[in-house]
């Protein structure tokens, strides 16, 4: 068994104040140490092979990350759709019934007349 001894809360204080000082960056040490983290990500990146990369991000932040941009471009594709397009969509949406129904009608015809 080891010897536990707490320190005086006073003592812990000077320590994590002089702690905090010694981790406070000024600005221009900030900018540095954001250029230096730029360069040995950007040379990790360089390396790395899809594996490596991937490997660094969990499953569930990939797909998340694939749902967002997977919405921002259906916003984007939504935003410069016509209306009558937009609407059509909509209403094949919500009515899946009818829409599949006409279609298997049109390919029903369709089949007909090449057999003719």
């Not at 991000?57 to 939504?78: E, F, H, P, R, Y």
Request: aromatic fraction near 2%; avoid cysteine; hydrophobic fraction near 30%.
């Amino acid at each position: 068994m080891t010897d536990a001894t707490l320190e005086k809360p006073e003592e812990t204080e000077g320590k994590n104040a002089d702690s905090t000082e010694s981790k406070e960056l000024t600005a221009e040490q900030k900018a540095d140490h954001d250029i230096v983290a730029t360069a040995i990500a950007n040379q990790f990146l360089d390396k790395a092979n899809l594996a490596e990369a991937l490997s660094t991000v969990s499953l569930g932040t990939l797909i998340q990350a694939a749902q967002n941009q997977a919405m921002i471009q259906a916003n984007d594709t939504i935003k410069q759709m016509p209306t009558e397009d937009f609407d059509k969509l909509l209403n094949d949406i919500k009515n899946p019934t009818e829409r599949s129904s006409k279609q298997s009608s049109k390919e029903s015809s369709e089949e007909s007349a090449k057999s003719e």
